[in-house]
């Protein structure tokens, strides 16, 4: 097949299986088990393509389903498996974008030939190319992040399925980290459950996310209702938060809120009720057919765990009026431009409705909550047992609401929403310059700028003929200047800047924010770019300063430590961590924001890729992206063997290097890179189960054929013979080091300019430069003594010989400098990603321990481990599952040592780093190990789902040779 791979087909029937919940595939959430480590037994049970498709696929599939458990296992489990799924330099981002085409994999259903390249896009991106890494972020407008994950990138207000937002929390933090978002504001109206709570909160922890839980109350406020967002503090993790809902004091306000949310409910429903006896009848003459009543359980089903909001209804109306206008194929023109905007202006409107008593107005009857003031709502909330942050949302407040609700709250208010994303595509931001002005000036304390700043209000105010009474208000607080200026004595009034993104509203911005100068250079120039008009710069900045911290490497050796201590040279011992320190203190420039958005407008990203109605589709034509990988592979080799062949062919007269100059050529390339790569694996050593051609990557193989062929006619005709000969009569026989030299020299310009273009990180690109010139002196004495070689062997003319050989000579010299330093560089990478396979697998083991410990304080746990037989008979009521996580434990370690690249060295810098008494908890850890007739049975069970017999048959052969291996080491 010329398009497309047999493993393309293979993954597309295993996605749709999935989507189709296939029987022969449920046997896979066995696999979700958090215990069970990525790169551990579980590769002999299931294709990590496979993995990574089903814990999408069951996250996705659970979205409104489902319960949370399964929804944090999932994501547990697709965050393990693509973190740990690729390799490179781009190892995050490229995670990142696996989410992603799965993400759209799984949606496309139904769509063979989309689904094909998708999955052949997700193949592409294990890899871990950096150009088709960034190729594919660019598609789906994702802005490059930090492989240090160390970018300032925020959201103060987003919404999920509890609310009114799309996404259950699990599939909204598994969105924020796609977008690079590390910290975020999740917002519930009224009230929180404690179920939503901890979702939310274990989500965050698993993604690395670090979020807060807000509640929106609505205090009166001049004959209307204020927003106030009430944040509890110092409450991080799930447990902590479930206990504080726990207490009397918060559940008596949680019941509050859940009155009022009961409220904007009967509303809705009542709009519902509206539209169905009235306004769907007064549509008809524009739709020219009668649209459906709408179902309320149909709608009921649609909000889900949400609440109930005219936002909900609009889209839910929405839809089935075009459903509708589908099926009567009539009315689709004026469709066309009836958005939910619309649908919302004309039938669920407060003016199209006013016998209904809209809840954002306060009525006498109102629940409890919705008659206190901001101050009495904040006095209220103060009580409860926590220390609270209170955020003033200014949506619908001007510049004088500000400032009194500032005033009448004494303080209490601790932050302002100064920008809000939704306002701005409403046009409700035009108070937001002057508010940030109020905020600066109560947080220096000028008592002369805001007597300027409260007289030019009340200037505004008078010429706006402003009721008197109002303008009255703000004159007594001019009048009570020291009690205002003295507000923010001893605390700062913060800023606040979100999206409120629901992910239904047309017309509105996606969620999250990033400080551009945070961002790496490429996502800068890509935010930059005048075409890309999907990003856009806010007119806020926010001050955010780059900080180095240098903090010791473990074991860097006694080399590396003295080394270190010359100037320069202080990273051989000592590693940096970057991170930034931001300044909370916006300013808003037109100019000079440096704010950009992370999502576009959902309108704008729909409509570009909706087709027109009127014209038929057209098929997509075959991509180069998508030729089949081994074909490609085997073309770019011959692409770049033609111009080595063609070279020799015509400027050599003897026959060898004229007919056999290109495979030469070609052997050093293809012959260091395999070397190189099982060394960097494998090294030596003969305990691994893998084999040679395991460790090779012939895709990366390919590459550097193809651009090592055209090397050929730039060294050795361009440089060797037309430029250093003829030009310049520099031979081997006249100056051999200025030939080498040069040669080297460009060579090594040649080769960082196409890293350059295969997207390659400025540390190799700088590496594989200075490889070259080290290769120079190498090729020097190679020149020598090849020389000496065949003056031995009584060769006429040895200079002639040797300025023949020289092109050879110079790339044989660059291909040994280069085996050692990628070598290196690859056998660093290995030992990196075995250290932390290890690291988080032995935690887990040391934890298990620590729970028998916790489980059995008077009983030398230890010393029971020697007989685990005898141990877990008599205590399996009290250990539960602890006995199977540790032979979970144990047979991911095995797997580690016999099939993972580099472990021995990663697992002897472990054990040296261990205690004796750690040590020997590792070792007899390992025992469970011994105990064969309980793990067959754990694998017939399903322990790794039905495809078991290869890693049953692993255990059996192998585990007697690790558990004396593990003895010696330990």
Not at 458 to 473: F, G, K, M, N
């Amino acid at each position: 097949m010329i398009f497309f791979d047999a493993q393309d087909y293979h993954l597309l029937k295993i996605v749709n299986d999935v989507l189709d919940q296939d029987k022969s595939h449920k046997s896979l959430k066995k696999l979700l088990n958090p215990y069970l480590h990525p790169r551990g037994i579980k590769e002999m049970a299931a294709s990590q393509d496979l993995r990574i498709a089903y814990a999408a696929g069951n996250l996705l599939e659970n979205m409104d389903a489902g319960t949370p458990e399964e929804r944090l296992n999932a994501l547990r489990s697709l965050r393990d498996e693509v973190l740990n799924g690729t390799q490179g330099a781009l190892r995050v981002n490229a995670a990142r974008v696996l989410v992603q085409v799965m993400k759209d994999l799984l949606r496309t259903q139904g769509q063979k030939r989309r689904q094909l390249e998708l999955a052949h896009d997700f193949r592409s991106a294990t890899t871990g190319k950096p150009s088709v890494i960034r190729a594919l972020l660019r598609r789906y407008h994702l802005l490059e992040m930090p492989e240090e994950w160390n970018q300032v990138t925020f959201d103060h207000h987003v919404h999920d399925a509890n609310t009114k937002g799309r996404k259950t929390p699990s599939h909204l933090i598994m969105d924020a980290w796609i977008k690079g978002i590390r910290k975020l504001t999740v917002i519930h109206y009224n009230h929180i459950t404690p179920e939503a709570a901890s979702e939310l909160l274990e989500a965050a922890d698993i993604m690395k996310i670090s979020v807060r839980i807000g509640v929106e109350f609505s205090a009166r406020f001049h004959g209307r209702f204020a927003q106030i967002i009430w944040t509890p503090r110092d409450i991080s993790s799930g447990n902590e938060f479930l206990n504080f809902l726990s207490e009397d004091a918060v559940q008596d306000v949680m019941a509050l809120g859940r009155d009022v949310s009961r409220r904007q409910e009967a509303y809705v429903l009542q709009l519902l009720e509206r539209y169905n006896t009235v306004h769907r009848h007064d549509l008809a003459a524009d739709l020219g057919f009668a649209p459906p009543a709408a179902d309320m359980y149909a709608f009921e089903a649609f909000v889900g765990t949400g609440q109930a909001s005219t936002l909900h209804l609009a889209e839910f109306l929405h839809m089935s009026l075009t459903a509708a206008g589908d099926e009567f194929g009539s009315g689709l023109s004026f469709l066309t431009n009836f958005t939910q905007k619309e649908l919302v202006r004309r039938c669920l409107s407060p003016e199209s409705n006013p016998e209904l008593n809209d809840p954002k107005t306060p009525h006498p009857d109102a629940p409890p909550l919705l008659s206190l003031t901001p101050a009495q709502l904040i006095e209220r909330l103060s009580r409860l047992p926590c220390r609270s942050r209170f955020i003033l949302n200014l949506s619908g407040l001007d510049t004088a609401d500000t400032l009194e609700l500032l005033y009448d709250c004494r303080g209490a208010i601790t932050g302002l929403e100064i920008y809000n994303l939704k306002d701005l595509a409403s046009g409700q931001t035009l108070h937001s310059v002057k508010i940030n002005e109020l905020r600066h000036i109560l947080n220096k304390g000028n008592v002369v700028s805001l007597k300027s700043f409260i007289q030019g209000l009340i200037q505004e105010l008078e010429a706006a003929s402003t009721p008197s009474e109002r303008v009255e208000r703000i004159r007594s607080l001019l009048r009570d200047m020291e009690t205002l200026k003295d507000l923010y004595r001893n605390a700062t009034l913060k800023s606040r800047i979100g999206s409120d993104s629901a992910g239904r509203s047309e017309n509105s911005y996606g969620m999250g924010f990033a400080i551009t100068h945070t961002l790496p250079p490429r996502a800068q120039r890509e935010i930059r770019n005048p075409v890309n008009s999907f990003y856009e710069t806010i007119p806020v900045s926010i001050a955010a300063y780059r900080r180095v911290t240098w903090t010791p490497r473990p074991n860097p050796g006694v080399a590396a430590a003295l080394l270190s201590r010359i100037p320069g040279l202080s990273g051989l011992a000592m590693e940096p961590r970057v991170d930034w320190r931001r300044d909370y203190d916006p300013t808003f420039d037109k100019d000079q924001g440096n704010i950009v958005t992370l999502g576009g407008r959902r309108e704008s990203a729909e409509s570009a890729a909706a087709p027109d109605p009127g014209q038929p589709i057209k098929p997509r034509r075959p991509s180069w992206a998508h030729l089949n990988k081994g074909l490609k592979n085997e073309l770019k080799v011959l692409i770049g063997f033609v111009p080595a062949f063609i070279t020799f062919a015509l400027t050599k007269d003897w026959w060898l290097l004229a007919y056999f100059g290109a495979f030469i050529w070609f052997g050093i390339t293809g012959v260091r890179n395999i070397i190189q790569s099982v060394l960097a694996g494998r090294g030596f050593h003969q305990y691994s189960l893998l084999k040679w051609n395991d460790y090779v990557r012939w895709e990366r193989v390919a590459d550097s054929l193809f651009y090592t062929g055209f090397s050929v006619p730039l060294l050795d005709y361009l440089v060797k013979t037309l430029l250093l000969d003829r030009g310049m009569g520099i031979t081997t026989a006249t100056n051999p080091v200025a030939l080498y030299s040069i040669m080297g020299l460009v060579n090594g310009l040649y080769i960082s300019t196409h890293n350059t273009i295969r997207g390659l990180p400025r540390s190799a690109i700088v590496g594989n430069f200075f490889r070259s010139i080290l290769a120079i002196p190498l090729a020097i004495v190679l020149n020598g003594l090849f020389g000496g070689f065949l003056g031995l062997l009584h060769v006429a003319d040895v200079n002639g010989m040797l300025q023949k050989w020289a092109a050879i000579i110079s790339k044989f010299a660059s291909d040994c400098v280069a085996g050692i330093i990628e070598g290196a560089a690859d056998r660093r990478v290995n030992v990196k990603q075995r250290l932390s396979d290890y690291k988080a697998k032995i935690r887990q083991m040391f934890n298990t321990f620590s729970r028998l410990e916790l489980l059995f304080p008077e009983t030398d746990v230890l010393e029971k481990l020697e007989s685990p037989k005898k141990f877990f008979s008599s205590v399996r009521n009290e250990a539960g599952d602890i006995e199977q996580i540790m032979i979970i434990n144990a047979l991911d370690l095995m797997y580690f040592w016999m099939y993972q690249p580099r472990s021995r060295t990663a697992l002897l810098a472990v054990l040296r780093d261990m205690s004796p008494d750690e040590q020997e908890i590792f070792k007899r850890s390992h025992i469970v190990l011994h105990r064969q007739k309980e793990i067959s049975r754990l694998f017939i069970d399903g322990l790794i789902g039905k495809t078991f017999a290869q890693a049953l048959s692993f255990y059996l052969a192998r585990s007697e040779h690790y558990l004396a291996t593990i003895r010696r080491l330990s």
